[in-house]
Every structure is written in structure tokens, then in C-alpha cells.
């Protein structure tokens, strides 16, 4: 299957502020790629599809202009939380298709204090 | 929207035994996939369905996808304790990739 890599994978930062987070598609090239939520005990939640060279396509309730996504090239994609909230503390996991399978990053814990 | 109802929720059992988990929906989906999530770590696919009745085995673990498109079920058998982590169904309704997920069965096992 394919090998997703994300960075951080951890991260602290205050209220208020922005936090980048990378995902990598390492053996293929992704046109692809999905962002996730988790929070705690909860199971994943889908919150944007990444879409290489065009703009990312957001699920009903995500705003868009806090969570931007860029997907420049074929195997990166970042999303930015924008002036952060505690509320924002979560797992955050990206994910490539390939054919009808989906393989996940290993996640980036965002803490906000 | 769209729900994947999954069950149990958790299960606690022995060593050797066999362990049985499945999902629901109301509507149905083309690809059902099962993956294992373990404690601060990415979903990992264990098996993936694609046509309604097909049954796939990888090592101990079979899953089936529903004849009525609408449901499916993992089985492990002979559990053994690295089988414990939180198991996740997830569908995907028109080939998107976009995937909606069930709350997950979290198993432990005694040894």
C-alpha cells in the first residue's frame, strides 16, 4: 500500500496563533489527498479533500478560511490552522487514495493552549 | 447524512477466541474498508471490499460485504495480544474517497 508521512507529529501552540502541518504521499504520486479529525474516543471525521493544483474541497461545517489547504505538488500537501482555539486540539490525519483503497498518515496532535 | 453504525462498541476477551464485529448503514456503499487504529497512530487498512458478497481473508482476519450493499463484518480468529487497538469500518458511497467512518470496536485481549 502507500506510505503516508506527516510532520509535525506533535505540536503545541497558543491561542491565537497559526500551525502548519505537512503530509506526504512517499512512494506515489497523490492528485488526492484527504484531511481527517479525530478527537479523543471519537472516530474519524472527514474535513476537506486536497486537490493538486486547484482548491481543496471543504465538508459542511468545516470553515474554510481557518483550515487552509494547499496542495502544491504531487506528493505534499499542508494544512494551516489558522488563529487556533483550543477547541482546535486535536488529531489531525491526512490520507492518499489509491484505486479504491485509502492509506493514513500516522497523525499530528495539535494541542492549543 | 450518511451513518455507519458499528458494533460492538467493545470487547474484552481471551486469548484464542474468536472475535466478530460489523457495521450497518441505511444507505449503501460501494467500498467498504476495514482498518486498525492503534493509540496515537494513523488507521491501518486491513482489508478492503469491493463487490456486494465478496469475502476476503488476510492471515486471521475475514470481512464480507453485505449482499444488500448495506452492511459488512470482520471476523478475527485465534485472537493474540497484539490484536488489541480500536477497529474502524469505513464506506465510501461513490468511489470518492471520501469516507465515512464508523465510532469503532475497541478490543482487548487477556492473555
Known amino acids: 500500500g502507500a506510505v503516508v508521512s506527516q510532520h509535525p507529529s506533535r505540536v503545541i501552540c497558543k491561542s491565537g496563533t497559526s500551525v502548519k502541518i505537512e503530509c506526504r504521499s512517499l512512494d506515489f504520486q497523490a492528485t488526492t489527498m484527504f484531511w481527517y479529525r479525530q478527537f479523543p474516543k471519537q472516530s474519524l471525521m472527514l474535513m476537506a479533500t486536497s486537490n493538486e493544483g486547484s482548491k481543496a474541497t471543504y465538508e459542511q461545517g468545516v470553515e474554510k478560511d481557518k483550515f487552509l489547504i494547499n496542495h502544491a505538488s504531487l506528493t505534499l500537501s499542508t494544512l494551516t490552522v489558522t488563529s487556533a482555539h483550543p477547541e482546535d486540539s486535536s488529531f489531525y490525519i491526512c490520507?492518499?487514495?489509491?484505486?479504491?483503497?485509502?492509506?493514513f498518515g500516522p497523525g499530528t496532535r495539535l494541542t492549543v493552549t | 447524512g450518511q451513518q455507519l453504525n458499528q458494533s460492538p462498541q467493545s470487547m474484552f476477551i481471551q486469548e484464542g477466541e474468536d472475535v466478530s464485529m460489523n457495521c450497518t448503514s441505511s444507505s449503501i456503499f460501494n467500498t467498504w474498508l476495514w482498518y486498525k487504529q492503534e493509540p496515537g497512530e494513523g488507521p491501518v487498512l486491513l482489508i478492503a471490499?469491493?463487490?456486494?458478497?465478496e469475502l476476503t481473508s488476510n492471515g486471521r482476519l475475514t470481512a464480507q460485504f453485505g449482499i444488500t450493499r448495506k452492511d459488512s463484518f470482520l471476523n478475527i480468529s485465534a485472537s493474540i495480544p497484539s490484536d488489541v487497538g480500536i477497529y474502524f469500518c469505513?464506506?465510501?458511497?461513490?468511489?470518492?474517497?471520501?469516507?465515512?467512518f464508523g465510532q469503532g470496536t475497541t478490543l482487548q485481549v487477556k492473555p
Open positions: 469505513a464506506g465510501d458511497s461513490g468511489n470518492t474517497g471520501k469516507l465515512i
Open positions: 471490499l469491493y463487490k456486494a458478497g
Open positions: 490520507s492518499t487514495k489509491s484505486g479504491h483503497e485509502q492509506y
